[in-house]
Protein backbone atom coordinates (compact mmCIF):
# COMPACT_ATOMS: atom_id res chain seq x y z
CA UNK A 1 0.00 0.00 0.00
CA UNK A 2 1.85 3.57 -0.91
CA UNK A 3 2.16 6.35 1.09
CA UNK A 4 0.00 9.47 -0.14
CA UNK A 5 0.49 13.27 2.03
CA UNK A 6 -2.71 14.29 3.42
CA UNK A 7 -3.76 17.69 2.57
CA UNK A 8 -2.86 20.08 5.08
CA UNK A 9 -6.31 21.06 6.76
CA UNK A 10 -7.79 24.78 6.32
CA UNK A 11 -8.03 24.87 9.36
CA UNK A 12 -4.32 24.61 9.75
CA UNK A 13 -3.58 27.15 6.63
CA UNK A 14 -5.84 29.86 7.56
CA UNK A 15 -4.53 30.54 11.04
CA UNK A 16 -1.03 30.60 9.65
CA UNK A 17 -1.83 32.68 6.28
CA UNK A 18 -3.78 35.09 8.95
CA UNK A 19 -0.57 34.85 11.95
CA UNK A 20 1.73 35.75 8.57
CA UNK A 21 -0.42 38.54 7.76
CA UNK A 22 -1.21 39.92 11.25
CA UNK A 23 2.48 39.61 12.10
CA UNK A 24 3.57 41.63 8.79
CA UNK A 25 0.77 43.71 9.33
CA UNK A 26 1.95 44.67 12.70
CA UNK A 27 6.00 45.00 11.57
CA UNK A 28 4.32 47.08 8.47
CA UNK A 29 2.29 49.78 10.98
CA UNK A 30 5.12 49.73 13.61
CA UNK A 31 8.28 50.38 11.11
CA UNK A 32 6.09 52.87 8.84
CA UNK A 33 5.35 54.66 12.61
CA UNK A 34 8.45 54.86 13.77
CA UNK A 35 9.75 56.30 10.23
CA UNK A 36 6.62 58.30 10.27
CA UNK A 37 7.85 59.95 13.52
CA UNK A 38 11.35 60.42 12.31
CA UNK A 39 10.72 62.11 9.48
CA UNK A 40 7.83 64.19 11.12
CA UNK A 41 11.18 64.82 13.82
CA UNK A 42 13.73 65.69 10.96
CA UNK A 43 11.40 67.84 8.82
CA UNK A 44 10.75 69.83 12.05
CA UNK A 45 14.40 70.23 12.62
CA UNK A 46 14.87 71.52 9.25
CA UNK A 47 12.00 73.95 8.75
CA UNK A 48 13.01 75.20 12.21
CA UNK A 49 16.56 75.86 10.97
CA UNK A 50 15.23 77.70 7.90
CA UNK A 51 12.76 79.85 9.79
CA UNK A 52 15.55 80.63 12.50
CA UNK A 53 17.59 81.98 9.71
CA UNK A 54 14.83 84.32 8.48
CA UNK A 55 14.86 85.10 12.52
CA UNK A 56 18.75 85.65 11.81
CA UNK A 57 17.82 88.27 8.77
CA UNK A 58 15.51 90.69 11.34
CA UNK A 59 17.79 90.36 14.36
CA UNK A 60 20.38 91.46 12.08
CA UNK A 61 18.60 94.73 10.82
CA UNK A 62 17.50 95.88 13.96
CA UNK A 63 21.77 94.99 15.37
CA UNK A 64 22.23 97.56 11.79
CA UNK A 65 20.06 99.81 13.13
CA UNK A 66 21.15 100.10 16.75
CA UNK A 67 24.41 100.44 15.59
CA UNK A 68 23.81 103.36 13.16
CA UNK A 69 21.89 104.89 15.47
CA UNK A 70 18.80 104.63 13.27
CA UNK A 71 16.71 102.77 15.71
CA UNK A 72 13.35 104.01 16.26
CA UNK A 73 13.41 106.38 13.22
CA UNK A 74 9.96 105.36 11.68
CA UNK A 75 11.31 105.88 7.90
CA UNK A 76 14.88 104.22 8.52
CA UNK A 77 12.30 101.31 10.65
CA UNK A 78 10.22 101.22 7.81
CA UNK A 79 12.86 101.26 5.23
CA UNK A 80 14.93 98.19 6.62
CA UNK A 81 11.59 96.50 7.02
CA UNK A 82 11.32 96.70 3.56
CA UNK A 83 14.89 95.53 3.00
CA UNK A 84 14.38 92.69 4.86
CA UNK A 85 11.41 91.14 3.83
CA UNK A 86 13.63 91.90 -0.12
CA UNK A 87 15.85 89.39 1.34
CA UNK A 88 13.94 86.91 2.59
CA UNK A 89 12.54 87.18 -0.22
CA UNK A 90 15.43 86.31 -2.14
CA UNK A 91 16.18 83.99 0.46
CA UNK A 92 13.39 81.73 -0.16
CA UNK A 93 13.24 82.41 -3.57
CA UNK A 94 16.97 81.33 -4.04
CA UNK A 95 16.55 77.88 -2.58
CA UNK A 96 12.92 76.68 -3.24
CA UNK A 97 11.57 77.41 0.01
CA UNK A 98 8.36 78.70 0.39
CA UNK A 99 7.42 80.81 3.30
CA UNK A 100 5.29 83.86 5.09
CA UNK A 101 5.88 87.16 7.26
CA UNK A 102 2.75 88.18 8.66
CA UNK A 103 2.48 91.35 11.04
CA UNK A 104 -0.42 92.88 12.73
CA UNK A 105 -2.16 93.99 9.99
CA UNK A 106 -1.96 90.49 8.60
CA UNK A 107 0.49 88.87 5.73
CA UNK A 108 2.96 91.25 4.18
CA UNK A 109 5.19 88.21 2.44
CA UNK A 110 4.38 84.83 0.75
CA UNK A 111 5.67 82.84 -1.50
CA UNK A 112 1.86 80.78 -1.63
CA UNK A 113 -1.39 82.49 -2.29
CA UNK A 114 -3.10 82.46 0.99
CA UNK A 115 -6.89 83.05 1.20
CA UNK A 116 -6.82 83.67 4.96
CA UNK A 117 -4.20 84.85 7.29
CA UNK A 118 -2.56 81.99 9.34
CA UNK A 119 -3.12 81.26 12.69
CA UNK A 120 0.09 81.60 15.01
CA UNK A 121 -0.23 80.31 19.17
CA UNK A 122 2.53 81.84 21.04
CA UNK A 123 6.22 82.58 20.43
CA UNK A 124 7.15 79.70 18.16
CA UNK A 125 5.67 76.38 17.04
CA UNK A 126 4.42 74.19 14.15
CA UNK A 127 1.52 75.29 12.00
CA UNK A 128 -0.13 73.81 9.02
CA UNK A 129 -1.76 75.83 6.39
CA UNK A 130 -4.44 74.56 3.87
CA UNK A 131 -4.62 76.32 0.38
CA UNK A 132 -5.25 75.91 -3.03
CA UNK A 133 -1.74 74.50 -3.94
CA UNK A 134 -2.56 71.83 -1.22
CA UNK A 135 -1.46 71.16 2.38
CA UNK A 136 1.59 73.05 4.03
CA UNK A 137 3.51 72.25 6.95
CA UNK A 138 5.54 74.82 8.98
CA UNK A 139 7.62 76.07 11.56
CA UNK A 140 6.83 79.92 12.85
CA UNK A 141 8.76 82.62 14.77
CA UNK A 142 7.83 85.48 16.63
CA UNK A 143 10.15 88.46 16.38
CA UNK A 144 8.83 90.91 18.85
CA UNK A 145 10.40 94.20 17.54
CA UNK A 146 7.99 94.70 14.51
CA UNK A 147 5.69 91.98 15.57
CA UNK A 148 6.41 90.04 13.15
CA UNK A 149 5.27 86.32 12.57
CA UNK A 150 8.00 84.02 10.56
CA UNK A 151 7.72 81.18 8.79
CA UNK A 152 9.19 78.36 6.66
CA UNK A 153 6.80 76.34 4.79
CA UNK A 154 6.86 72.69 3.17
CA UNK A 155 4.01 71.35 0.65
CA UNK A 156 3.05 68.22 1.57
CA UNK A 157 4.24 66.55 -1.09
CA UNK A 158 8.04 67.03 -0.35
CA UNK A 159 7.16 66.76 3.42
CA UNK A 160 6.33 63.29 2.73
CA UNK A 161 8.47 62.56 -0.30
CA UNK A 162 10.61 60.81 1.55
CA UNK A 163 7.98 59.01 3.29
CA UNK A 164 6.42 57.56 0.89
CA UNK A 165 9.57 56.27 -0.82
CA UNK A 166 10.03 54.44 2.42
CA UNK A 167 6.32 53.08 2.92
CA UNK A 168 6.35 51.64 -1.15
CA UNK A 169 9.61 50.07 0.00
CA UNK A 170 8.56 48.51 3.32
CA UNK A 171 5.22 47.59 1.03
CA UNK A 172 7.56 45.61 -1.38
CA UNK A 173 9.87 44.35 1.04
CA UNK A 174 6.58 42.99 3.17
CA UNK A 175 5.76 40.97 -0.04
CA UNK A 176 9.50 39.66 -0.37
CA UNK A 177 8.87 38.72 3.39
CA UNK A 178 6.21 36.15 2.49
CA UNK A 179 8.54 34.60 -0.11
CA UNK A 180 12.12 35.16 1.92
CA UNK A 181 10.74 35.49 5.61
CA UNK A 182 12.87 36.52 8.04
CA UNK A 183 16.33 37.21 5.95
CA UNK A 184 14.30 39.69 4.19
CA UNK A 185 13.21 41.23 7.25
CA UNK A 186 16.47 41.60 8.42
CA UNK A 187 17.68 43.39 4.95
CA UNK A 188 14.76 46.01 5.70
CA UNK A 189 16.18 46.44 8.91
CA UNK A 190 19.21 47.83 8.29
CA UNK A 191 18.51 49.14 5.18
CA UNK A 192 15.90 51.77 6.24
CA UNK A 193 15.29 52.20 9.86
CA UNK A 194 18.91 51.52 10.41
CA UNK A 195 20.22 54.87 8.62
CA UNK A 196 17.17 56.63 9.91
CA UNK A 197 18.04 55.81 14.00
CA UNK A 198 22.02 56.62 13.08
CA UNK A 199 20.83 59.82 11.88
CA UNK A 200 18.64 60.88 14.59
CA UNK A 201 21.25 59.86 16.80
CA UNK A 202 23.71 61.74 15.48
CA UNK A 203 21.79 64.50 15.31
CA UNK A 204 21.41 64.73 18.62
CA UNK A 205 24.62 63.35 20.18
CA UNK A 206 27.21 65.43 17.92
CA UNK A 207 25.16 67.92 16.33
CA UNK A 208 25.78 66.68 13.18
CA UNK A 209 24.81 63.57 10.65
CA UNK A 210 28.04 61.91 9.30
CA UNK A 211 26.34 59.30 8.11
CA UNK A 212 25.45 58.30 4.57
CA UNK A 213 23.12 55.88 3.84
CA UNK A 214 23.14 55.89 -0.04
CA UNK A 215 19.42 57.25 -0.46
CA UNK A 216 19.54 60.48 -2.09
CA UNK A 217 16.64 61.74 -0.22
CA UNK A 218 17.94 60.66 3.45
CA UNK A 219 21.68 61.77 2.48
CA UNK A 220 20.23 65.27 1.10
CA UNK A 221 18.08 65.70 4.25
CA UNK A 222 21.38 65.00 6.59
CA UNK A 223 23.32 68.03 3.84
CA UNK A 224 20.54 70.02 4.42
CA UNK A 225 20.69 70.00 8.02
CA UNK A 226 24.17 69.87 8.37
CA UNK A 227 24.32 73.07 6.53
CA UNK A 228 21.81 74.95 8.62
CA UNK A 229 23.39 73.33 12.26
CA UNK A 230 26.58 75.45 11.10
CA UNK A 231 24.42 78.47 10.74
CA UNK A 232 23.12 78.14 13.69
CA UNK A 233 26.67 77.32 15.18
CA UNK A 234 27.49 80.58 14.12
CA UNK A 235 24.78 82.51 15.59
CA UNK A 236 25.34 81.10 18.65
CA UNK A 237 28.12 82.21 19.34
CA UNK A 238 27.21 85.40 17.90
CA UNK A 239 24.68 85.07 20.53
CA UNK A 240 27.19 84.58 23.11
CA UNK A 241 29.37 87.51 22.20
CA UNK A 242 25.91 89.68 22.41
CA UNK A 243 25.84 88.35 25.89
CA UNK A 244 29.03 89.15 26.90
CA UNK A 245 28.36 92.85 25.76
CA UNK A 246 24.74 92.85 27.31
CA UNK A 247 26.82 92.07 30.77
CA UNK A 248 29.20 94.87 30.11
CA UNK A 249 26.15 97.19 28.81
CA UNK A 250 24.60 96.63 32.05
CA UNK A 251 27.57 97.27 34.45
CA UNK A 252 28.09 100.72 32.39
CA UNK A 253 24.73 101.60 33.02
CA UNK A 254 24.98 100.75 36.91
CA UNK A 255 28.00 103.23 36.78
CA UNK A 256 26.27 105.59 34.88
CA UNK A 257 23.79 106.34 37.23
CA UNK A 258 26.43 106.68 39.71
CA UNK A 259 26.70 109.61 37.84
CA UNK A 260 23.21 111.00 38.46
CA UNK A 261 21.74 112.21 42.06
CA UNK A 262 21.52 110.01 44.90
CA UNK A 263 18.49 112.07 45.62
CA UNK A 264 16.37 115.42 45.34
CA UNK A 265 17.93 118.20 47.73
CA UNK A 266 15.59 118.66 50.32
CA UNK A 267 14.57 122.80 50.46
CA UNK A 268 12.44 124.76 52.85
CA UNK A 269 9.34 125.75 50.22
CA UNK A 270 10.72 124.22 47.18
CA UNK A 271 9.34 120.45 45.79
CA UNK A 272 12.14 118.77 43.19
CA UNK A 273 12.30 115.57 41.67
CA UNK A 274 13.91 114.59 39.13
CA UNK A 275 13.45 110.70 37.54
CA UNK A 276 14.98 109.57 33.55
CA UNK A 277 14.51 106.07 32.15
CA UNK A 278 17.36 105.29 29.31
CA UNK A 279 15.89 103.94 25.60
CA UNK A 280 18.63 101.33 25.95
CA UNK A 281 20.95 100.08 28.43
CA UNK A 282 22.42 103.08 28.78
CA UNK A 283 21.34 106.90 28.24
CA UNK A 284 22.74 110.20 26.56
CA UNK A 285 20.04 111.99 28.91
CA UNK A 286 21.26 113.63 32.41
CA UNK A 287 20.28 115.44 35.12
CA UNK A 288 21.80 117.22 38.38
CA UNK A 289 20.87 119.60 41.39
CA UNK A 290 24.44 121.85 42.33
CA UNK A 291 24.21 123.27 45.49
CA UNK A 292 26.12 126.27 44.73
CA UNK A 293 26.71 128.04 48.11
CA UNK A 294 25.72 131.14 49.18
CA UNK A 295 21.74 129.96 48.82
CA UNK A 296 22.04 129.04 45.38
CA UNK A 297 21.26 125.59 43.15
CA UNK A 298 22.08 124.85 40.00
CA UNK A 299 19.37 122.87 38.00
CA UNK A 300 21.00 120.91 35.20
CA UNK A 301 19.18 118.89 32.07
CA UNK A 302 20.93 117.75 28.79
CA UNK A 303 20.73 115.62 25.98
CA UNK A 304 23.47 114.18 24.38
CA UNK A 305 22.86 113.07 20.62
CA UNK A 306 22.60 109.83 19.50
CA UNK A 307 22.41 106.58 21.62
CA UNK A 308 24.65 103.54 23.15
CA UNK A 309 27.59 103.63 24.56
CA UNK A 310 29.40 106.88 22.87
CA UNK A 311 26.05 108.65 23.79
CA UNK A 312 26.63 107.38 27.26
CA UNK A 313 30.49 108.24 27.55
CA UNK A 314 29.49 111.46 26.37
CA UNK A 315 27.20 112.03 29.20
CA UNK A 316 29.44 110.87 31.98
CA UNK A 317 31.83 113.26 30.68
CA UNK A 318 29.52 116.34 30.15
CA UNK A 319 27.76 115.86 33.60
CA UNK A 320 31.17 115.57 35.34
CA UNK A 321 31.90 119.21 33.87
CA UNK A 322 29.52 120.88 34.37
CA UNK A 323 29.29 119.73 37.90
CA UNK A 324 33.26 120.80 38.47
CA UNK A 325 33.55 123.69 36.06
CA UNK A 326 30.36 125.25 38.40
CA UNK A 327 32.10 125.12 41.54
CA UNK A 328 34.85 127.65 39.75
CA UNK A 329 32.26 130.40 41.20
CA UNK A 330 31.88 131.90 37.68
CA UNK A 331 29.06 132.97 36.09
CA UNK A 332 26.50 130.93 34.19
CA UNK A 333 27.74 131.83 31.20
CA UNK A 334 31.48 131.00 31.37
CA UNK A 335 30.48 127.50 32.87
CA UNK A 336 29.29 126.43 29.59
CA UNK A 337 31.41 128.12 27.78
CA UNK A 338 34.41 126.33 29.39
CA UNK A 339 32.53 123.14 28.93
CA UNK A 340 32.04 123.66 25.92
CA UNK A 341 34.91 123.99 25.19
CA UNK A 342 35.87 120.67 26.78
CA UNK A 343 33.30 118.79 25.21
CA UNK A 344 34.95 119.73 22.23
CA UNK A 345 38.36 118.99 22.64
CA UNK A 346 37.01 115.22 23.84
CA UNK A 347 33.75 114.35 21.84
CA UNK A 348 33.84 112.32 18.99
CA UNK A 349 32.60 114.57 15.45
CA UNK A 350 28.86 114.37 15.12
CA UNK A 351 27.95 114.05 18.63
CA UNK A 352 26.98 117.23 20.74
CA UNK A 353 25.12 117.91 24.03
CA UNK A 354 21.84 120.19 24.69
CA UNK A 355 22.00 121.35 27.72
CA UNK A 356 19.15 123.93 30.14
CA UNK A 357 21.15 125.04 32.73
CA UNK A 358 19.82 127.32 35.52
CA UNK A 359 20.95 129.04 39.00
CA UNK A 360 18.21 129.12 41.32
CA UNK A 361 18.20 131.54 43.96
CA UNK A 362 16.82 130.57 47.01
CA UNK A 363 16.11 133.79 48.35
CA UNK A 364 14.41 135.99 46.29
CA UNK A 365 13.06 133.08 44.02
CA UNK A 366 14.73 134.33 40.90
CA UNK A 367 15.66 132.03 38.59
CA UNK A 368 19.01 133.06 36.03
CA UNK A 369 19.45 130.34 33.09
CA UNK A 370 20.46 129.12 29.71
CA UNK A 371 19.29 127.56 27.22
CA UNK A 372 21.84 126.26 25.33
CA UNK A 373 20.08 124.45 22.50
CA UNK A 374 17.11 122.40 24.97
CA UNK A 375 13.63 122.34 24.71
CA UNK A 376 12.21 125.21 26.50
CA UNK A 377 11.16 124.16 30.26
CA UNK A 378 7.84 124.73 30.75
CA UNK A 379 6.59 127.06 33.48
CA UNK A 380 3.05 126.89 34.76
CA UNK A 381 1.51 129.76 36.76
CA UNK A 382 -1.08 128.21 38.70
CA UNK A 383 -2.24 131.31 40.31
CA UNK A 384 -2.77 132.48 36.84
CA UNK A 385 -3.75 129.65 35.34
CA UNK A 386 -1.10 129.98 32.41
CA UNK A 387 1.99 128.41 30.70
CA UNK A 388 5.34 130.10 29.92
CA UNK A 389 7.95 128.50 27.44
CA UNK A 390 11.11 129.50 29.38
CA UNK A 391 12.92 130.24 25.95
CA UNK A 392 16.11 131.49 24.87
CA UNK A 393 19.31 131.18 22.13
CA UNK A 394 22.10 129.08 22.29
CA UNK A 395 23.71 126.67 20.39
CA UNK A 396 24.48 122.98 22.00
CA UNK A 397 27.54 122.28 23.42
CA UNK A 398 30.64 120.71 21.56
CA UNK A 399 29.99 121.52 17.60
CA UNK A 400 31.84 124.52 17.68
CA UNK A 401 34.40 126.47 19.48
CA UNK A 402 33.17 129.80 19.91
CA UNK A 403 29.42 129.65 20.71
CA UNK A 404 26.40 132.54 21.12
CA UNK A 405 24.68 131.71 24.49
CA UNK A 406 22.09 134.70 26.30
CA UNK A 407 21.49 134.56 29.54
CA UNK A 408 17.87 135.49 30.68
CA UNK A 409 16.09 135.47 34.26
CA UNK A 410 12.75 135.37 35.54
CA UNK A 411 11.14 135.24 39.11
CA UNK A 412 9.44 132.33 40.10
CA UNK A 413 6.69 132.55 42.43
CA UNK A 414 4.63 130.61 44.83
CA UNK A 415 2.15 127.50 43.32
CA UNK A 416 4.30 127.89 40.10
CA UNK A 417 5.29 124.88 38.45
CA UNK A 418 8.88 124.06 36.40
CA UNK A 419 8.75 121.32 34.21
CA UNK A 420 12.24 120.67 32.43
CA UNK A 421 12.05 117.60 30.51
CA UNK A 422 14.20 115.81 27.29
CA UNK A 423 12.20 115.17 23.78
CA UNK A 424 12.57 111.89 24.72
CA UNK A 425 8.62 112.94 26.31
CA UNK A 426 7.16 114.91 23.52
CA UNK A 427 8.59 113.15 20.62
CA UNK A 428 7.16 109.64 22.03
CA UNK A 429 5.32 107.91 19.55
CA UNK A 430 2.30 105.86 19.74
CA UNK A 431 0.93 103.00 17.29
CA UNK A 432 -0.59 105.54 14.93
CA UNK A 433 2.91 107.18 14.99
CA UNK A 434 1.47 109.92 16.13
CA UNK A 435 3.76 112.32 18.94
CA UNK A 436 3.01 112.91 22.72
CA UNK A 437 3.50 116.58 21.98
CA UNK A 438 3.51 119.87 24.72
CA UNK A 439 -0.50 119.58 24.78
CA UNK A 440 -0.51 116.61 26.77
CA UNK A 441 2.33 117.46 28.74
CA UNK A 442 0.64 120.72 29.81
CA UNK A 443 -2.39 119.09 30.25
CA UNK A 444 -0.95 116.43 32.30
CA UNK A 445 0.78 119.51 34.64
CA UNK A 446 -2.63 121.13 34.82
CA UNK A 447 -4.47 118.65 35.79
CA UNK A 448 -2.32 117.10 38.90
CA UNK A 449 -0.86 120.61 40.05
CA UNK A 450 -1.35 119.50 43.54
CA UNK A 451 0.38 116.84 43.79
CA UNK A 452 3.60 116.76 44.61
CA UNK A 453 6.69 117.28 42.47
CA UNK A 454 7.63 113.11 42.42
CA UNK A 455 3.79 112.08 41.80
CA UNK A 456 3.59 114.81 38.74
CA UNK A 457 6.57 113.45 36.75
CA UNK A 458 5.14 109.69 37.68
CA UNK A 459 1.60 110.91 36.62
CA UNK A 460 3.72 111.86 33.04
CA UNK A 461 5.29 108.42 32.76
CA UNK A 462 2.14 106.70 33.22
CA UNK A 463 0.90 108.52 30.64
CA UNK A 464 3.32 108.18 28.28
CA UNK A 465 3.41 104.77 28.78
CA UNK A 466 -0.50 104.44 28.11
CA UNK A 467 0.69 106.43 24.88
CA UNK A 468 2.65 104.54 23.27
CA UNK A 469 0.65 101.19 24.42
CA UNK A 470 3.35 98.75 25.04
CA UNK A 471 5.35 100.06 21.98
CA UNK A 472 9.33 100.48 21.68
CA UNK A 473 10.84 103.26 23.72
CA UNK A 474 13.13 105.46 20.69
CA UNK A 475 14.65 107.81 22.99
CA UNK A 476 15.62 108.43 26.64
CA UNK A 477 13.18 109.99 29.03
CA UNK A 478 14.02 112.48 31.53
CA UNK A 479 11.62 115.01 33.69
CA UNK A 480 12.32 117.34 36.12
CA UNK A 481 9.94 119.03 38.03
CA UNK A 482 10.24 122.11 40.28
CA UNK A 483 7.38 123.37 42.97
CA UNK A 484 7.28 126.64 44.80
Aim: aromatic content about 10%; charged content about 25%; some cysteine.
Amino acid sequence: MSWKPERISTKVVIPIVLAVIVSLSFVFVLLTRHTTETIVRLNTAALKLETERLYHFCEKAVEELVIDKKFGSPEHMANKKEVVLSEIENLLLSEGIDGVTVDQQGVILSTIQLEEVPHFKGASGTLEILVKEGLFYGYYLYFPVWEWHVATLLHEEEYWAGHRHIKLFLAITGLVYIILGLAVLGILLRGVQQPLYKMAAQLTQNGRIDYRSGTQELDLLAFTINRQLEEIVKESEAKIERKKIEHELTIARSIQQSFLPAGSPTIAGIDLAARTVPALQVSGDFYDFILLGEGKLGLVIADVSGKGMPAALLMALSCALIRVISSEDIDLHEVLEKTNLRIKEFATEGYFVTVFYGIFDLSDKKLEYIRAGHNPPLLYRANFDEFVFLKGKGTGLGVWENISLETRRIELISGDILVLFTDGVTEAINQQNEEFGVNRLRHLVQKYQNESAADIIEKIYQEIENFVRGGPQFDDITVMVIKI
